[in-house]
């Protein structure tokens, strides 16, 4: 389970991004029981072709589900997760930049897909950068920090 406590925050998540995040879960469960990383939310969240908003642009990006799911099923294999808890740091890290998103739009109640896609972006999961670079994406390191704190 995560660190993070949402229930002392006064966000919530929406309910499409508790979905998304609940077929995070399972596909990790899937991909030979790895921990959750931000890189499976990501592949939760090209599944919702229902979703414009979100879909339209990680089809730009040139994500697809299944060549997608294939490529993290290679990390899997050549045992490249390396996370020993359920839900990895970066999982948090990605939640807490969604949260952090979230709060900097002025009477924002719920984190929602958008905050959530920015929240895996900012963060710093190899297996997210690494999907990044092989679709020509220019992701940068350092992002993910929590800009409340110091």
Do not use: C, W
């Not at 879909?55 to 299944?66: H, M, N, S, V």
């Amino acid at each position: 389970m995560s660190d993070l406590n949402f229930d002392t925050m006064e966000l919530t998540f929406t309910t499409t991004t508790n979905a998304v995040l609940a077929r995070a879960a399972q596909e990790a469960n899937g991909l030979n029981d790895t921990p959750v990383d931000p890189a499976h939310i990501l592949l939760a969240m090209t599944s919702l072709t229902s979703d414009f908003s979100v879909y339209k642009p990680l089809r730009e990006l040139g994500f697809d589900y299944d060549d997608t799911l294939l490529q993290m099923g290679e990390y899997s294999r050549v045992g490249t997760f390396t996370y020993q808890r359920r839900m990895s740091p970066l999982y948090d890290e990605a939640l807490r930049s969604a949260a952090y998103a979230a709060s900097l739009r002025h009477g924002a109640r719920m984190i929602g897909l958008g905050d959530l896609l920015v929240g895996i972006f900012a963060g710093n999961s190899p297996l997210v950068l690494d999907l990044m670079k092989q679709r020509g994406g220019h992701a940068q390191h350092g992002h993910g920090r929590d800009r409340r704190a110091g």
